[in-house]
């Protein structure tokens, strides 16, 4: 199954209005290995992901041999930040899904 052995590429993401706001994120898939980890080493692995934005709450979506994550940040941001978050490396070397949620 893809994403039960490395972090998944990003998909085709939403269309983020160059408006829209949003405090809430949906990233994914993400390192395969927090299958089996506690929530709150998926929340640490999230939150050194999103460096630089203040993270409330982290939420795990398991999906059998994949892993996602629904996140709330401090505050609202806005398309130009949601768009460096998807160039972003996931652990140096993946890009993943980063969505409104």
């Known amino acids: 199954q893809t994403g039960g052995t490395k972090p998944v590429p990003r998909g085709a993401e939403r269309k983020f ?6 405090k809430r994120l949906w990233v994914g898939w993400l390192d395969p290995g927090l299958v089996v980890q506690s929530s709150d080493a998926l929340e640490q692995d999230v ?3 999103l460096g630089g934005f ?7 979506e398991r999906n059998a041999g994949r892993i996602g994550a629904h996140v709330t940040l401090e505050s609202k941001i806005g398309a130009s930040e949601v768009a460096i978050l998807r160039r972003r490396r996931y652990h ?3 890009l993943i899904t980063v969505d409104n949620d």
């Open 54 to 60: 203040a993270v409330v709450k982290v939420s795990p």
């Open 17 to 22: 209005k160059t408006d829209a706001r949003t």
């Open 92 to 94: 140096g070397e993946y």
């Open 47 to 49: 939150r050194e992901f």
